[in-house]
């Protein structure tokens, strides 16, 4: 079974590789600008439309599968892009690019040895603040 590294690094390497267009905010202060140049840290863009992702991978306990001491573990969790915008970038845009996010990972691909997405991805749109809007994509996996 692939560890939860293994499956981390599949799901942001398929974002990555897919070159949407738009900056990646990955875990911790690494990030992509918008051309997917590598950068040290992240930063929002401040473009009143602009369009930028935030990335979270969140592995859950996963599925004891049997009894014996030496069975393996079954891993699950749940995969977030949050696409994040200005309020000028408007709901429609936001939501174009989730369902460009959601393309990626069709229910049943494959991210790691047997691990695959699990069910079709889903979107919600979450209440806009004075300075961003958030539509956040979760991907659920299991192997």
Do not use: C
Not at 37 to 66: C, H, K, R, Y
Not at 112 to 120: A, E, N
Not at 130 to 138: E, K, P, Q, S, W
């Amino acid at each position: 079974m692939p560890t939860n590294n293994e499956i981390a690094t599949a799901l942001f390497n398929t974002l990555s590789n897919a070159a949407l267009g738009y900056a990646i905010s990955w875990p911790g202060l690494r990030g992509e600008d918008a051309a997917g140049n590598n950068l040290e840290s992240f930063q929002a863009p401040t473009a009143p439309d602009s369009v930028w992702l935030e990335v979270m991978f969140m592995p859950n306990q996963g599925i004891d599968n049997g009894l014996s001491p030496n069975d393996g573990v079954v891993p699950q969790g749940i995969y977030q892009v949050s696409v994040m915008g200005r309020p000028a970038a408007g709901p429609f845009k936001l939501n174009d690019v989730a369902d460009q996010v959601k393309a990626l990972y069709p229910k049943n691909a494959t991210i790691s040895g047997l691990v695959r997405v699990q069910r079709h991805p889903y979107s919600v749109e979450l209440q806009p603040s004075d300075d961003r809007m958030m539509v956040m994509v979760t991907i659920p996996y299991t192997g």
